[in-house]
């Protein structure tokens, strides 16, 4: 028995989300404005998206550029409100001015969620130190998973830091999966999964026409062909 590795794509819109459920995504991250590198979709998209595809999705909480928390209390609402229309998985991370996990943000708004399942998203690739951020959030309930490139400007730089912390797998702090995107490309795949890393992330690479063209479902199934034949044995029992 082998695992398959788990395929997440951003999705803007319905066609994005149809599109990327053809193709064999398992899970969409839903944003808006990726102008500002992703932003918080309003709860109509949620709903019409969730009526449209029954893979999973995780949607994005973030109100505005950069890895600031900001208005916090907007954030609850605007949290709590997501859950009410049925959001169940989560994204988000949030870094203090010394690039530290601004843990009152982070733990205020994952208290809204109410025991969702949620990744904190590449603000890691921003901290001032990762390790320290990993110990930082240890713990809190629901976080199942790291989105990041290793660094700041994307795997190729990253890929180093990707294999150490993949090879720390079940020590304090790294009991989360590691889903691997910015910059991935589908010669990264066979080191990272040698590695054991089992999640990938693509935004751009889901869109031969850019971000101003949808996403394209022969795009992800080349990611998911690519991915599949990289399959990992599964663990023993």
């Known amino acids: 028995m082998s695992m398959r590795a788990v395929l ?20 969409l991250e839903l944003v808006t404005d990726m102008a500002a590198d992703g932003l918080t979709p309003p709860a109509p998209a949620v709903v019409a998206i969730r009526a449209a595809v ?26 709590r409100d997501l859950r009410a229309a049925g959001a169940d998985e989560f994204v988000l991370g949030f870094l203090d001015a010394d690039g530290r996990a601004d843990l009152a943000a982070v733990r205020r708004v994952v208290d809204a969620l109410d025991g969702a399942r949620w990744t904190f998203h590449r ?18 309930p629901g976080l199942d998973t790291y989105l990041t490139a ?22 304090p702090g790294y009991a989360q999966r590691i889903m691997v ?4 490309r589908l010669d990264h795949v066979p080191r990272l999964r040698d590695a054991g890393i089992d999640a990938f992330h693509i935004g751009g690479a889901a869109r031969p026409g850019g971000w101003d063209g949808p996403v394209s479902a022969e795009a992800v199934a080349q990611w998911r062909t690519v991915l599949d034949s990289e399959l990992l044995p599964a663990p023993a029992v």
């Open 181 to 184: 995107g910015g910059g991935l």
């Open 54 to 79: 029954d893979i999973s999705l995780r949607v994005m909480l973030r109100l505005a550029d950069g890895f600031a928390a900001g208005d916090v209390d907007r954030l609850v609402r605007v949290a």
């Open 8 to 27: 997440e794509v951003i999705a803007l819109d319905v066609e994005d989300a149809v599109a990327a459920q053809a193709g064999g995504a398992d899970r």
């Open 150 to 171: 290793g660094a700041p400007g994307g795997v190729d730089d990253g890929l180093p830091t990707l294999l150490e912390e993949a090879a720390r797998a079940g020590r």
């Open 123 to 140: 603000a890691i690739d921003r901290a001032a130190d990762r390790d320290a951020l990993r110990r930082q959030l240890d713990g809190l």
